[in-house]
């Protein structure tokens, strides 16, 4: 396909408008520098070419909407289009975020509605849907936890964070002021309890714990870990991105959790990936409910509003109050399929990855073969020691089966990683076609693994230089 540049003409439109009734002043007059309208290369285009330019390069971007997307720890699942039709009501969309309260009481309802269901689900006593997104939602946890010991008069330094925890836990931390150790794990992919105990001292705030990890794994030590953290009068901070595991099962709340963020934008309906919208909440347990950011809603009477009137809290995280659209989206996800519903899509979420890791163990090491949760983590060591075909060649060779290759190199304590999550919205026909590319490119590793090295082969661009693309992006147009 050509770049737009290289079917421009000279002279070439794609709109004609009337001519400007207002006086023309030339530019310069009012400020110095130039806005370069003579030198800017812009191509020239007939309207027909560029709505047919950009409805192909549309056609090439793949979603959850065209094909199996198993990226593992996003959870790139198909999401209902009831919920999109119903945040696209015009009483959502049309309110302006400062109306007067009086205009917003349905809104508001369903705001406070949402942290309820939040509070039930997870077991925690207080919700804010401030935080626009997972990330966010860390950051404000731990500021929380910040907050809480600056009351005490305890000046704890570090925080604890798994070696199978999210790659942002450790930045959060960091942003607070907090120094990160590094806690390890043991053979069976669970918290070292041991090396726990050696760590945990009263000078360490909290652990951030992902649980289910990013190994897929549910933490079998719970209790213990609990126990050593609390005991040393720290606090459990909990990485809910991978709440599609357990949802109807067990709450965080109940296991010991003190703080949790989620993601609505994964677990609860809204579309995820491309860089937002995202929706972080952060629920934290009753002794932490005074540190939530302001504002807050409150109802007195029978009718809702906001309200500042909290001096211990971390203050304002975000503008308005988080991501609206993408509670709505939620709200109607939770409240469609009710407590039996999101049952049901945990257990599927998790019958699906075990499904996958039982059909492809046979083709790729398998570094932790127990029930996995929500997600399965597969290495690529077999094939780069047989063939010398890597994670990456595999990844590229599965685009030319027509699926978006799954997470790799990810997490770190798995050399060669592929990380596969298949959601509970994809049917056994699709994750058995999807085994069957998986174990023809295992085959094809062996019997011919150049064809696998220089995948992809059906795809417009097909290797690209990523290392000097990432330190050295040009994206100047050359004649």
């Not at 009483?91 to 942290?115: I, K, V, W």
């Not at 296991?255 to 309906?269: A, E, P, R």
């Not at 490119?441 to 990432?470: C, F, G, Y």
Request: proline residues 6%; hydrophobic residues 35%; glycine residues 8%.
């Amino acid at each position: 396909m050509e770049l737009i540049f290289e079917i421009s003409k000279t002279g070439r439109r794609a709109a004609d408008v009337p001519k400007c009734d207002i006086p023309e002043i030339a530019i310069d007059s009012l400020i110095e520098k130039k806005y370069l309208r003579d030198d800017l290369d812009l191509p020239e285009v007939s309207e027909i070419d560029l709505v047919r330019h950009y409805t192909n390069l549309s056609r090439r971007n793949f979603g959850v909407d065209l094909g199996f997307y198993p990226l593992g720890s996003c959870t790139m699942k198909y999401n209902p289009k009831v919920n999109e039709t119903v945040a696209t009501f015009t009483q959502f969309t049309s309110l302006h975020p400062y109306a007067p309260d009086a205009f917003a009481q349905g809104n508001l309802r369903l705001l406070d509605e949402t942290q309820k269901h939040l509070c039930d689900i997870f077991g925690m006593a207080h919700f804010t849907l401030q935080p626009a997104a997972g990330a966010h939602g860390e950051l404000t946890g731990i500021m929380i936890i910040k907050k809480y010991f600056e009351q005490k008069g305890e000046n704890r330094r570090f925080v604890l964070i798994p070696d199978t925890a999210h790659g942002t836990n450790p930045a959060s931390g960091a942003l607070c002021g907090f120094e990160t150790l590094t806690l390890r794990s043991n053979k069976e992919g669970d918290v070292d309890v041991l090396h726990l105990e050696s760590l945990m001292t009263e000078d360490v705030a909290a652990l951030m714990l992902t649980n289910p990890n990013t190994l897929g794994l549910f933490e079998k030590n719970m209790e213990k870990v609990a126990q050593i953290v609390h005991g040393k009068g720290g606090l459990i901070y909990g990485d809910g991105a991978n709440a599609n595991a357990f949802l109807g099962k067990t709450r965080p709340g109940d296991l010991g959790f003190d703080v949790i963020q989620l993601n609505l934008h994964k677990t609860f309906s809204t579309p995820h990936g491309g860089g937002g919208p995202g929706s972080g909440p952060v629920g934290v347990s009753s002794v932490l409910a005074d540190f939530l950011p302001v504002p807050r809603i409150t109802k007195k009477g029978g009718i809702y509003g906001w309200s500042y009137d909290f001096p211990l809290s971390i203050g304002r995280v975000r503008a308005f109050y988080g991501n609206f659209n993408v509670v709505v989206k939620a709200y109607a996800y939770i409240r469609s399929l009710g407590a039996e519903g999101l049952t049901r899509a945990s257990e599927m979420a998790v019958l699906n990855a075990n499904y996958i890791k039982e059909k492809l163990k046979s083709y790729y090491d398998l570094p932790y073969d127990r029930v996995c949760m929500h997600e399965c983590v597969f290495s690529g060591k077999r094939q780069v020691a047989e063939s010398g075909v890597h994670t990456s060649d595999i990844a590229k060779r599965l685009i030319d089966f027509g699926y978006h290759p799954p997470t790799i190199y990810f997490p770190l304590i798995v050399p060669e990683a592929l990380m596969i999550e298949p959601t509970e919205t994809e049917s056994k026909e699709t994750l058995d076609a999807f085994c069957e590319a998986m174990m023809e490119i295992s085959r094809e590793a062996k019997e011919n693994p150049q064809r696998v090295k220089d995948a992809p082969l059906t795809t417009p661009v097909r290797r690209l230089d990523e290392v000097l693309a990432a330190r050295k992006p040009d994206v100047v147009w050359k004649k």
